[in-house]
């Protein structure tokens, strides 16, 4: 009963708030509601530009005095169930300018067409103007900047126009520049200066220690870049990961990072394929134990609403152990999205993360509660579907969420 009560209240003040006029010694400061006044012949109450029935008027007052008394009642009954929402800690010097190294070039595993496509998806993220897709909050990029080879800016520039970057304001900021070096894996330093972020792409055959000695002297010598991310592709596994790390001396590049006050996150993937993600994707913290030259892989579930000092994450709870097998590839859409929020997300800093995907069939909400003492009276489903059937995927999460909702309750009881 009090449920339903809470619930009629809620509906009458909504009913209220959607309504242009003001109640007489009732009303708060910048909240509309009805009004009432000194009545006319006519029936109706002058208010100026608008106008109410005056019957309804007094019934709206009753309600309101009723809603009034109701909130009294409802504040002492809410007062011990308030809950605290804890949102990801941003960067904040991020600053007005961007520079992509690398990124509007094709990859040798795929299409000209397709890899500038799907940077153009990084390109409307940084934007953060996009009609399709959402960015960090903290992105405020005025220019964006994107170093191609001299004899490709012609079409790099043709390819990233579309209907969407003429609209939401891209090429307005959009800059594509030759490199001062053709070929070079990396910018000169007058390339960067004036830059506060950076984005690079790297092969592993290409990301050798001395082109991650170069990236930290770039780091040190730029003084208003603040932030740097560098994306190496073809690396197969974690384990793998982990002795990349170790050998390109990325213990030194964080170590000078954290001496200079300057952020820089790796992302290490194995396959950047085209098109759309159809899978569960997973992302794993690397660490490198310089002592004995090995790799620690740890692994934790998190999303990206709720992700402040852990750095993994997981789509559609995903929260099983990075020890599976995995296909060492990732959507390059994917890929990029992740990419930007390691850009926004302070935890990320300084870090090195593993990227790959996991395939649907995974029951990872079964394995993460294999100890409930409710699994056998209310077992989780099964997912059937087929790794492309969308709907079958949105049923089976419901059905799961379904049955921790029944487990919750038998607690209770």
């Known amino acids: 009963e009090r449920i339903n009560e809470k619930m009629a209240i809620e509906e009458v003040k909504d009913f209220l708030r959607s ?27 002058s208010m100026g530009d608008f106008a109410v029935d005056a019957s309804r008027s007094a019934e709206l007052g009753e309600m309101a005095e009723a809603m009034a008394e109701a909130e009294a009642g409802e504040a002492i009954t809410t007062a011990t169930t308030e809950t605290t ?12 300018s961007v520079l992509l190294s690398r990124v509007l070039r094709p990859s040798s595993s795929s299409s000209s067409s397709s890899s500038l496509s799907d940077a153009l998806l990084l390109l409307n993220l940084l934007n953060a103007n996009s009609l399709v897709e959402d960015s960090p909050a903290n992105f405020r990029f005025d220019v964006i900047a ?13 390819k990233v126009v579309s209907r969407e970057a003429r609209y939401n304001g891209l090429l307005d900021k959009l800059r594509v520049l030759p490199e001062e070096t053709s070929g070079a894996l990396l910018p000169a330093a007058e390339e960067l200066r004036g830059t506060s972020s ?34 190496v592709e073809g690396v197969e596994s974690e384990a793998e990961g982990a002795d990349f790390l170790t050998e390109v001396g990325w213990d030194d590049l964080r170590a000078r990072c954290v001496d200079l006050g300057k952020k820089c996150t790796f992302l290490l993937v194995g396959e950047l394929y085209d098109g759309d993600a159809s899978n569960l994707y997973h992302v794993a913290k690397l660490e490198v134990n310089v ?6 892989t740890t692994t934790s579930a998190v999303t990206t609403s709720a992700a402040t000092t852990t750095t993994t994450a997981t789509t559609a709870n995903d929260t099983s152990s990075s020890s599976s097998s995995s296909p060492s590839k990732l959507s390059r859409k994917e890929a990029y999205r992740i990419l930007a929020s390691a850009l926004s997300l302070e935890s990320t800093a300084n870090t090195s993360l593993y990227l790959n995907e996991r395939p649907r069939t995974l029951d990872a909400t079964t394995a993460a509660v294999s100890v409930d003492p409710f699994e056998e009276l209310f077992p989780f489903p099964t997912y059937t579907g087929g790794p492309d059937d969308d709907d079958a995927w949105l049923a089976y999460k419901k059905e799961c969420y379904a049955v921790q909702e029944k487990r919750k309750e038998a607690r209770i009881e």
């Open 198 to 231: 950076w984005i690079v792409r790297l092969t592993k055959e290409e990301a050798t220690r001395e082109t991650v000695a170069g990236v930290s002297e770039l780091l040190a010598e730029a003084d208003e870049l603040k932030n740097a991310v560098v994306l």
């Open 146 to 158: 994107a170093s191609v080879p001299p004899d490709d800016v012609a079409s790099a520039k043709k």
């Open 85 to 96: 929402t804890t949102l990801p800690k941003l960067r904040t010097a991020l600053g007005s």
């Open 291 to 296: 002592a004995s030259a090995t790799a620690v």
């Open 19 to 45: 309504l242009p006029y003001r109640v007489a010694g009732k009303t708060k400061a910048g909240t509309p509601v009805y009004g009432s006044g000194s009545g006319s012949g006519d029936g109706f109450v």
